[in-house]
């Protein structure tokens, strides 16, 4: 099965393009592998909280639990640079009237939220990028929270750190994300340099006991690589951010059998990717010519991060270049939409 804008992959890439066939108010993917999205209004806007003014909103993390959403994000401002905000609501259409916590679990930097629920431990889990000079050297690392309450932003565990120091095999980390099979846990990152990295350690030892990690992919990617089980298969996707395609940033796709193994493309080339300004259309006034930092709307709420592949949503991060323009990154009046209904 190959076809336009489908790079020609393995079997297992065959086997998952089958998989991920799915059509209606979501995201849609024809036979050749191209996925067409459509979104609606900004459903989070940057506003002041926690006694500081925000410029922000991006970076988020999200999970469905008894009945309503837990939206983690980063939020960025003049006065404090970088903070994680939590905000919970029923739908979608709620979620910008509703009130704003700022983690109280990290003084100073902290970002990019990943949030889950670790059956192992029987408590939720923030797992982020973060600084602190108590750590000693390097003071930024992978760091990590633990609630057993994730109403309640209050009583998250203070912040520690995931690695005892900086592995010497990498060239840099950001944006880290957890991901659990039977048997263990994996560390994904990035390094803005082409690299997608992975560091394993038991499901008894985590959050602790990290490998020295290792590249696991390679290509003509940057940042925020999030992997998924796709639900009912034993398949795994990821998702992971490029620059400078259709949109100054868009996102690839990528497919693998095991969370150890070798990740095949499946929408990974400029024009045929899996969400950018060339295959998403707004459904009201357009207010993004980027698709940056997505997060998918998951089946579940636990480690193994199971997503329907017949029901592909996520949340975005996105801007207008005009409202970019002169502007540092820390500047960015990044909002928060929906790519589906």
Known sequence: MHGKGMPMVSDLGVAMVM??????????????????????????????????????????????????????????????????VYLSFADFREANKA?????PCHPGFFCAPQVFYFTVHKRWY??????????????????????????????????QPMYDGKPESITGWLDFWVICDEAKAYLFFTSLDGKMWRGETSLD???????????????????????YRLKGTDKYLTLIEAQNGHGWRYFKAYVADRLDGD??????????????????????????????????????????????????????????????????????PWRLGVMGP
């Open 205 to 227: 030892a985590f959050p602790k006991g990290w490998s020295e990690p290792q590249v696991c992919l390679t290509g003509d990617i940057f940042e925020a690589s999030h992997t």
């Open 99 to 103: 009130p704003w916590s700022i983690l």
């Open 263 to 332: 990740w095949q493309p499946l929408a990974a080339g400029k024009d045929d990717a899996f969400a950018s300004m060339l295959n998403v259309e707004p459904t009201a006034d357009r207010w993004t010519d980027v698709v940056s930092h997505v997060e998918l709307l998951r089946s579940g709420f636990d480690e193994k991060l199971e997503v329907d592949p017949e029901n592909l949503r996520f949340v975005f991060q996105g801007c207008l270049d005009k409202d970019r323009q002169g502007k540092s990154y820390g500047q960015i």
């Open 19 to 84: 998989c991920l066939m799915f059509s209606g108010d979501s995201g849609t993917m024809d036979t050749n592998g191209e996925f067409r999205w459509s979104y609606g209004p900004p459903v989070v806007e940057a506003r002041a909280a926690g006694g500081w003014e925000w410029d922000a909103v991006k970076d988020p993390s999200i999970v469905r639990h008894d009945e309503k959403w837990h939206l983690f994000c980063t939020v960025r401002g003049p006065t404090r640079s970088h903070a994680i």
């Open 126 to 159: 923030l797992i982020c990028q973060a600084a602190d000079e108590a750590w000693g050297e390097p003071a930024y690392r992978p760091a990590f929270a633990t609630t057993k309450d994730i109403n309640d932003p209050k009583s998250w565990t203070r912040l």
